[in-house]
């Protein structure tokens, strides 16, 4: 596992540009939230599939020679990120036609999760179960022992001049294709995130 304890986005974005706009909830809601706006951004790459817009912002140096950067995967419809979540699931061709950007628009957000929870819909429920850590610890009451909570917490914050952030590892594949007109990448719905570094990741929705 990879920690980015500090992350600088490659290409900062602009602090006195960031304004409040709507953001539109799974549920139909709209919120205000301050959104985090770069222009020139040729060097960040954007691909679509299936409709989806994918975006990657670099780190700089942050970490000597490896390099890391955070993808960015925006469902077509305000409601889409259900049905995203379950393509990228089941689909290995995530990264299709390739865009330089014009502009890009994200909002700052904090994203915090429980590694119980997780870990449970991974399938690594066992430990939580009453008798199954008899063979790690030796006590007359091992039967009884379970993990009833794992406080360890994983939590991203993203900020105009980069993240501060936790990586895990997921695998992703990469196609390259045509270049298109320079589009914009505006945030405005729910989208999942990814911090990568070759097949290191941090997922999260």
């Not at 993808?71 to 419809?77: I, S």
């Not at 909570?149 to 993203?158: A, C, D, G, P, W």
Request: charged share 30%; with cysteine; aromatic share 12%.
């Amino acid at each position: 596992m990879h920690y980015i304890s500090k992350g600088t986005w490659n290409q900062k974005l602009d602090v006195s540009k960031t304004r409040f706009r709507d953001f539109h909830l799974l549920n139909g809601k709209i919120v205000q939230v301050p959104y985090m706006t770069g222009v020139g951004y040729e060097d960040n790459i954007c691909r679509s599939f299936e409709g989806h817009e994918i975006l990657k912002l670099p780190y700089g140096s942050c970490l000597g020679t490896r390099q890391f950067s955070m993808y960015f995967f925006l469902p077509e419809k305000n409601d889409g990120l259900p049905d995203l979540v379950k393509m990228f699931d089941s689909k290995p061709g995530f990264f299709n036609q390739e865009f330089e950007l014009r502009k890009v628009e994200l909002p700052k957000f904090c994203f915090e999760f429980e590694a119980k929870e997780t870990m449970k819909e991974m399938g690594l429920d066992r430990p939580f179960k009453p008798g199954e850590l008899t063979k790690m610890v030796d006590s007359p009451d091992s039967e009884d022992l379970c993990l009833y909570k794992l406080f360890q917490k994983s939590r991203i914050e993203v900020k105009e001049k980069g993240t501060e952030a936790a990586a895990t590892t997921v695998a992703i594949i990469r196609q390259q294709q045509a270049r298109y007109p320079n589009p914009s990448f505006v945030a405005d719905h729910p989208f999942m995130f990814m911090t990568r570094e070759e097949t290191h990741l941090l997922a999260g929705k």
